[in-house]
């Protein structure tokens, strides 16, 4: 039987798992929130210490370097493990094999590193369990969350990147979601980030007014826009989705094609956002009364 781990929950700490540029440990620290963040790449993990170095010297932030991937137990974690560092996108780097071939399906070139392993139970145990836990680590966001099975308490809200290529992937994230305890989800697409507007007030500690940059994943909590959904709702929305993948995504049947270049844009057009863009799957945890 596992055995059930405790730790202390704390309400202003948020959990950044893939800082790429700090662009969202930014707004958080901006807004009030303690944050720890991870970063495989030690060129990114280089720049975040010396972008937020003022910040980590008050304590406000602890900068975590290397790649989080699961470690079975009973098992000896390995010290290193490869990074697949994308040369043409750097938020692309990852462990996972799969998402290599796919980026270089998508024409990016990589080189291959050698870089820490991080067990994320290890830091839940030490820095505590955070308000929010935004996952961003291109492949092994289930990892995270998994980890979360070991202990009593949960993020109250949590985002991961949703699986856009295998449907039966994404059921299976959204059944790990609900194991967790988490019963009202989101379906945010990124492609519009940098247009979210802060609602003021702000439900997330205080308002600071922010303008979200390229490459940031946005607003969070109860300060997201639209309503939660069951999980019936958000699995028929992913539903739609994926059909938008299936015809117009990285392997889309009529992404090459005159014919359906000119149905993109006009659905683009009609809805008023990039089809299919990639979306982050926000998740409420039952125990949050709001």
Known sequence: ?????????????????????????????????????????????????????????????????????????GETKPKTIKFYRNKNQSVWGTVAGDWV?????????????EVPVVDFSEYLEKCGIPHYLKIDIEGMDVVCLRALIQFEQKPDYVSIESEKVSFDKLVKELNLLTQLGYTRFKAIQQSGISHQIEPNPSKEQSYVGYHFQKGSSGLFGEDLPYRWKGYKQILNEYKVIFLQYKLFGDY????????GKVLRKVLSMLLRRPIPGWYDTHAKHSSVVS
């Open 252 to 259: 889309g049947k009529l992404k090459e094609y005159f014919v």
């Open 101 to 113: 071939q796919r980026n270089k399906f998508l024409g990016t070139s990589i080189e291959i590193i």
């Open 1 to 73: 039987m596992r055995q059930v781990k405790h730790a202390i929950k704390h309400e202003d700490l948020v959990y950044d798992v893939g800082m790429h540029n700090g662009e969202d440990t930014d707004y958080y620290l901006k807004k009030g929130f303690s944050v720890v963040g991870f970063e495989a790449d030690p060129n990114l993990a280089t720049h975040c210490r010396s972008r937020f170095s003022n910040e980590i010297e008050k304590g406000k932030l602890t900068v975590v370097e290397g790649a989080i991937v699961e470690v079975p137990t």
